[in-house]
């Protein structure tokens, strides 16, 4: 029986040791990195603020310390530099989720569970981190306050960054 991870999964460890290392990075180096990254995907992080820049400051800083340990995943799995994401394709998954999110309202919640399962399934373990932070954060002093609004918006737009992501890690990949 073979137990090999589909091509670009990225594992539950790396998400996890991935995490937890942004956790531990001096504010400085993070701001640094960050930079860095948005030299490099800068339509990827001008759609996060542009689709933040409406929000509560702790949530805009929420949705930029996310986007940075999510991109940090997909850079890890991919073994070093990503492909530069460009705003047509950011806009076409915006799009498709927002459909998405449409089709849903008022939808039953077993149709719901469905439908996220199959949409976790493309990367589960980081689709796991975007909720148990966004929705699942546990209380304490670095719980951010969100509104029910805030917490959507940073949901469809970490799921965007997710997607064109891993679109971008898929192609990527050389083929075994």
Not at 31 to 38: G, H, I, K, N
Not at 91 to 104: H, I, K, P, T, V
Not at 129 to 142: N, Q
Request: hydrophobic letters at 40%; aromatic letters at 6%; one cysteine or more.
């Amino acid at each position: 029986m073979d137990h090999r991870q589909p091509v670009g999964l990225i594992s539950e460890q790396l998400v996890e040791d991935t995490w937890v290392e942004v956790a531990e990075l001096p504010q400085q180096e993070t701001e640094a990195e960050l930079e860095r990254v948005a030299n490099n995907q800068r339509d990827l992080i001008a759609f996060v603020a542009a689709y933040s820049e409406d929000l509560s400051l702790e949530a805009v800083e929420l949705a930029f310390y996310m986007f940075f340990t999510i991109h940090r995943m997909f850079q890890k799995a991919s073994g070093g530099e990503l492909e530069r994401i460009r705003g047509p394709r950011v806009e076409r998954c915006l799009d498709q989720n927002e459909d998405l999110m449409g089709r849903l309202e008022g939808a039953h919640d077993k149709f719901i569970e469905r439908v996220a399962k199959v949409e976790s399934s493309r990367q589960p373990y980081v689709m796991r981190y975007l909720v148990e932070t966004l929705i699942e954060a546990p209380e304490g002093d670095d719980a951010v306050p969100l509104t029910e609004e805030e917490t959507g918006t940073l949901f469809l737009v970490l799921k965007t960054v997710i997607d064109v992501l891993d679109q971008s890690l898929k192609t990527s990949q050389p083929s075994s």
